[in-house]
């Protein structure tokens, strides 16, 4: 038994011949935020599942909050709260009325219901709104009303499959904020998002990609880690052309468009700056390279080519 | 168990409350069908169009016709002069019958011999033909006896030519045949069948749809709750639509009610319990409403086919009538009318009170076993 309210073990999980997640191993401590980055379909919900007892995991095992995800999932399930990826609670009832429902699912006892309620729609900021029926709520309501349905009966673990979808930039800042207290308060957190920039609000970030864990640590140590060469902002015209033409050059390991620039890693002992030059003698013109510090995005941009360029290899 | 119990019915009852469709839903579509079964879904024959060709002319020819006249069974559409009359009449449908009363009809009748009559009937429906065929069957043997009366008045003194055996016909509970007293207590099993089966199934299968079933499923809520939280709505819906139906039946088509109303919703009871666990079934065979949708087209038909609604069970292949076994409709159907027509209670009746119950059973254990708490 580990003393981690989260740790999986090769958790493996295949749907006929497929994949989906290999191998996984996970330790989240008590308190801590982890987010779960990668791109659609690479493992993230069925992970989560697992780890939620929805899913039987096909080999390895897993233990949340101190119990095995396949052999007790009832206990499993008494001690996490869960939002979906898709938002899952009933349009036709208010705000109020779902949290009544879920307080009743998870037996709130009797006399506490009616502050947790309140405390529930205090944190959603739904105050004024909770006789509204929940279909008329705009998205950053919703989302955090489906938190407080998840944490009615203070779970000590949550699993948050991309909660932030589709819900507008200050909605999402101010649900960061209420994830970073419950953290404060002790629950441990595995959210899972393909929104780079919001890895940044995680203790750790377990990057994810084609069913396997590609990296993991903090948002600080990923950045400084992972890259194998040196990073160069670019700007130049036209973008397309210009990626094709670095592609094709040994010394540039990787390039990519970030906006309406060029992010180009180059080999540690390249020369940046014959780039224009380059890139000049085939009609493109170009600024002076500049150097600059990756962000999260480069460092998974890279890791899953790496990956890719070795799949093909094979 | 309460709590989680509560927290369901709540929250169906509010969702049901707040679908302003809903009861058009749950309440038009059914008196709409029983008034269309009460007044359409009759085996009674009127009006059939018949074709008469008469090649004899003669007194008793005319008379066999006027006894046809009489009734409100028969219309005579076509008085014909040959024989192709009347075959195109039959081909176009003009006719449904036709009597052709061959030359020489009179005189042997007169001579004793027997006078030979020849019905053609359109047999495309063979149900309304054989109906009709008894009709004439009647009036012709009605024909026969006056005529043989006549016939021994003429003879005075003579002994009477023939023994007859007169049939009394009494039928018991349905003194009237009415077809309608047959059908309208059917009809009440039928619908509320289709109702329940079809929100039982759609009910979980929806929430499997919307994603809220997931956010079920990773709570601690243990199965028998939440299918008892589902089920017990549409197990009083289901007794709303057998009580509708039941009123509609004695108040409008004024259908005896001669037994207990409580045997009836023992009755009832059991037989929602049955068709509740066959919505659950089916609701756990389907991941999306369409595949709900075509399970449940797949089955009404067979279930209603195999119940006795129309079709005599005793009449079926012997593999048909042990499948009729497995069907709840088949026993309700024998405890409404008995209920309706017969008065008959519990004591005649435990054999289908038994059966229902073993049947609800039996499906609601199978699909609280089949409610998986995951995806996989």
Redesign the interface.
Same mark, same amino acid.
């Given at each position: 038994m580990s003393a981690n309210p989260v740790a999986a073990f090769g958790l493996t999980k295949r749907f006929g011949s497929f994949t989906a997640v290999e191998a996984l191993d996970l330790q989240i401590g008590k308190g801590e935020i982890v987010g779960f980055i990668g791109p659609n379909g690479a493992g993230k919900s069925t992970t989560i599942r697992m780890l939620c007892g929805l899913l039987r995991p096909s080999a390895g095992r897993a233990e949340v909050a101190g119990f095995d995800v396949a052999r007790q999932s009832e206990a499993v399930r008494a001690h996490i709260g869960y939002m979906s990826q898709k938002f899952s609670l009933y349009g036709d009832l208010t705000g109020r009325e779902n949290l009544r429902f879920f307080a009743g699912i998870y037996r709130v006892p009797r006399r506490e219901i009616r502050e947790r309620i309140s405390f529930a729609i205090a944190m959603a900021g739904l105050e004024g709104r909770e006789e509204a029926l929940v279909k008329t709520l705009a998205g950053g309501w919703k989302q955090r009303l489906a938190l407080g349905c998840a944490i009615l009966h203070r779970p000590p673990v949550l699993f948050l499959d991309e909660p932030t979808s589709g819900v507008e930039p200050q909605a999402r800042r101010r649900f960061w904020d209420l994830i970073h207290n419950l953290a404060g308060e002790g629950a441990t957190i595995l959210v899972s998002t393909h929104a780079m920039d919001e890895a940044e609000y995680c203790n750790r970030v377990a990057l994810i990609d084609a069913g396997r864990l590609v990296a993991i640590g903090s948002p600080g140590e990923l950045r400084g880690r992972e890259l194998a060469g040196e990073l160069f902002e670019l700007a130049c015209a036209p973008l397309g052309a210009a990626l094709e033409a670095l592609q094709s050059l040994p010394e540039v390991i990787e390039a990519a468009i970030f906006a309406d620039k060029l992010h180009v890693l180059l080999e540690k002992d390249a020369n940046a700056l014959s780039l224009p030059a380059i890139l000049a003698g085939r009609q493109i013109s170009a600024k002076a390279p500049r150097a600059i510090a990756p962000t999260l995005e480069d460092v998974f941009v890279q890791l899953v080519s790496r990956r890719e360029s070795k799949r093909g290899r094979e | 168990m309460f !709590? #989680?119990l !509560?927290? =369901?019915l +709540? *929250?169906e009852f509010? !969702?049901l409350r #707040? /679908?302003p469709w809903a009861i058009f839903r749950l309440i038009i579509p059914l008196a709409l069908q029983v008034i269309v079964y009460g007044y359409a879904a009759t085996f009674t024959v009127h009006h059939v169009a018949t074709a008469v060709l008469d090649l004899d002319n003669s007194e008793a020819s005319r008379s066999l016709i006027s006894h046809f006249l009489a009734t409100r069974r028969f219309d005579i559409v076509d008085f014909a002069d040959r024989q192709s009359t009347v075959t195109r009449d039959l081909d176009s449908g003009k006719a449904t019958l036709a009597i052709v009363i061959h030359a020489g009809f009179a005189r042997d009748l007169a001579s004793g011999r027997g006078a030979p009559l020849a019905v053609a009937v359109d047999g495309t429906n063979s149900n309304t033909a054989l109906i009709s065929l008894g009709y004439v069957g009647e009036i012709v043997s009605r024909f026969e006896a006056e005529e043989a009366a006549k016939a021994s008045t003429v003879k005075a003194g003579a002994a009477p030519p023939t023994v007859t055996v007169s049939l009394e016909e009494r039928p018991w509970f349905n003194s009237g045949l009415e077809d309608r007293w047959f059908f309208i207590p059917g009809v009440i099993g039928t619908l509320t069948l289709v109702q329940v089966v079809n929100l039982t199934s759609f009910a979980v299968v929806r929430e499997r749809e +919307?994603?809220?079933l997931?956010? =079920?499923? +990773?709570?601690? =809520?243990r199965p028998v709750e939440f299918i008892l939280g589902k089920t017990l709505p549409f197990f009083l819906i289901g007794l709303a639509d057998v009580a509708l139906v039941t009123l509609l039946g004695v108040l409008w088509f004024h259908i005896p009610f001669v037994g207990d109303p409580f045997v009836m919703l023992y009755g009832a009871s059991l037989f929602l319990l049955a068709t509740l666990g066959l919505g659950l079934l089916l609701s756990t065979f389907s991941r999306t409403q369409q595949q709900a949708f075509a399970l449940n087209f797949f089955l009404i038909n067979p279930i209603f086919i195999l119940s006795g609604f129309a079709f005599p069970i005793a009449a079926m292949p012997r593999f048909l009538q042990w499948l009729t076994f497995l069907n709840p409709l088949r026993y309700f159907l024998i405890v409404i009318r008995a209920v309706f027509l017969k008065g008959v209670g519990l004591s005649d009746l435990w054999q289908e009170f038994a059966a229902m119950a073993l049947l609800g059973v039996v499906m609601l254990g199978l699909s609280v076993l089949r409610f998986k *708490?995951?995806? /996989?």
């Amino acid at each position: 038994m580990s003393a981690n309210p989260v740790a999986a073990f090769g958790l493996t999980k295949r749907f006929g011949s497929f994949t989906a997640v290999e191998a996984l191993d996970l330790q989240i401590g008590k308190g801590e935020i982890v987010g779960f980055i990668g791109p659609n379909g690479a493992g993230k919900s069925t992970t989560i599942r697992m780890l939620c007892g929805l899913l039987r995991p096909s080999a390895g095992r897993a233990e949340v909050a101190g119990f095995d995800v396949a052999r007790q999932s009832e206990a499993v399930r008494a001690h996490i709260g869960y939002m979906s990826q898709k938002f899952s609670l009933y349009g036709d009832l208010t705000g109020r009325e779902n949290l009544r429902f879920f307080a009743g699912i998870y037996r709130v006892p009797r006399r506490e219901i009616r502050e947790r309620i309140s405390f529930a729609i205090a944190m959603a900021g739904l105050e004024g709104r909770e006789e509204a029926l929940v279909k008329t709520l705009a998205g950053g309501w919703k989302q955090r009303l489906a938190l407080g349905c998840a944490i009615l009966h203070r779970p000590p673990v949550l699993f948050l499959d991309e909660p932030t979808s589709g819900v507008e930039p200050q909605a999402r800042r101010r649900f960061w904020d209420l994830i970073h207290n419950l953290a404060g308060e002790g629950a441990t957190i595995l959210v899972s998002t393909h929104a780079m920039d919001e890895a940044e609000y995680c203790n750790r970030v377990a990057l994810i990609d084609a069913g396997r864990l590609v990296a993991i640590g903090s948002p600080g140590e990923l950045r400084g880690r992972e890259l194998a060469g040196e990073l160069f902002e670019l700007a130049c015209a036209p973008l397309g052309a210009a990626l094709e033409a670095l592609q094709s050059l040994p010394e540039v390991i990787e390039a990519a468009i970030f906006a309406d620039k060029l992010h180009v890693l180059l080999e540690k002992d390249a020369n940046a700056l014959s780039l224009p030059a380059i890139l000049a003698g085939r009609q493109i013109s170009a600024k002076a390279p500049r150097a600059i510090a990756p962000t999260l995005e480069d460092v998974f941009v890279q890791l899953v080519s790496r990956r890719e360029s070795k799949r093909g290899r094979e | 168990m309460f !709590e #989680r119990l !509560e927290a =369901i019915l +709540v *929250k169906e009852f509010l !969702e049901l409350r #707040r /679908d302003p469709w809903a009861i058009f839903r749950l309440i038009i579509p059914l008196a709409l069908q029983v008034i269309v079964y009460g007044y359409a879904a009759t085996f009674t024959v009127h009006h059939v169009a018949t074709a008469v060709l008469d090649l004899d002319n003669s007194e008793a020819s005319r008379s066999l016709i006027s006894h046809f006249l009489a009734t409100r069974r028969f219309d005579i559409v076509d008085f014909a002069d040959r024989q192709s009359t009347v075959t195109r009449d039959l081909d176009s449908g003009k006719a449904t019958l036709a009597i052709v009363i061959h030359a020489g009809f009179a005189r042997d009748l007169a001579s004793g011999r027997g006078a030979p009559l020849a019905v053609a009937v359109d047999g495309t429906n063979s149900n309304t033909a054989l109906i009709s065929l008894g009709y004439v069957g009647e009036i012709v043997s009605r024909f026969e006896a006056e005529e043989a009366a006549k016939a021994s008045t003429v003879k005075a003194g003579a002994a009477p030519p023939t023994v007859t055996v007169s049939l009394e016909e009494r039928p018991w509970f349905n003194s009237g045949l009415e077809d309608r007293w047959f059908f309208i207590p059917g009809v009440i099993g039928t619908l509320t069948l289709v109702q329940v089966v079809n929100l039982t199934s759609f009910a979980v299968v929806r929430e499997r749809e +919307v994603g809220t079933l997931e956010q =079920i499923m +990773v709570s601690p =809520i243990r199965p028998v709750e939440f299918i008892l939280g589902k089920t017990l709505p549409f197990f009083l819906i289901g007794l709303a639509d057998v009580a509708l139906v039941t009123l509609l039946g004695v108040l409008w088509f004024h259908i005896p009610f001669v037994g207990d109303p409580f045997v009836m919703l023992y009755g009832a009871s059991l037989f929602l319990l049955a068709t509740l666990g066959l919505g659950l079934l089916l609701s756990t065979f389907s991941r999306t409403q369409q595949q709900a949708f075509a399970l449940n087209f797949f089955l009404i038909n067979p279930i209603f086919i195999l119940s006795g609604f129309a079709f005599p069970i005793a009449a079926m292949p012997r593999f048909l009538q042990w499948l009729t076994f497995l069907n709840p409709l088949r026993y309700f159907l024998i405890v409404i009318r008995a209920v309706f027509l017969k008065g008959v209670g519990l004591s005649d009746l435990w054999q289908e009170f038994a059966a229902m119950a073993l049947l609800g059973v039996v499906m609601l254990g199978l699909s609280v076993l089949r409610f998986k *708490k995951s995806l /996989d």
